[in-house]
């Protein structure tokens, strides 16, 4: 099993919304916190949002309001639903868990290229 396999981007016009999900091995998602990040071209790896395995969210500035984070422990699926994108939402995102360790690896991402 692949411990991390994001999918759901695409092109999508200004405005428009995305739903992403990220697969991940059980020993990745299970009682862990999980986040999703993103990663456009020339810049670093930013975080974008956080869920703990008991639901509770936390969200950067630019993803509040039109972002929303859930998951799916029973399947340990991870989903970013993404409202209102505009050109500046353009980036690979990326999920892993967040733990007090740093990340092992990554999975490939999923492309979202938001067209003005």
């Known amino acids: 099993q692949v411990p991390l396999l994001e999918s759901g981007g695409g092109l999508v016009q200004a405005g428009g919304s995305l739903r992403l999900s990220c697969a991940a091995s059980?020993?990745?998602?299970?009682?862990?916190?999980m986040g999703w990040y993103r990663q456009a071209p020339g810049k670093r790896l930013e975080f974008v949002a956080r869920?703990?395995?008991?639901?509770?969210?936390r969200y950067t500035t630019f993803a509040k309001g039109r972002f929303t984070i859930s998951r799916d422990n029973a399947k340990n699926e991870l989903y970013l639903q993404m409202n209102s994108l505009t050109p500046e939402d353009t980036a690979v995102y990326y999920c892993n868990a967040i733990t007090s360790t740093p990340p092992t690896g990554w999975g490939q991402g999923t492309q979202v290229t938001v067209s003005s």
């Open positions: 869920i703990s395995s008991s639901g509770y969210t």
């Open positions: 059980e020993s990745i998602f299970k009682n862990n916190d």
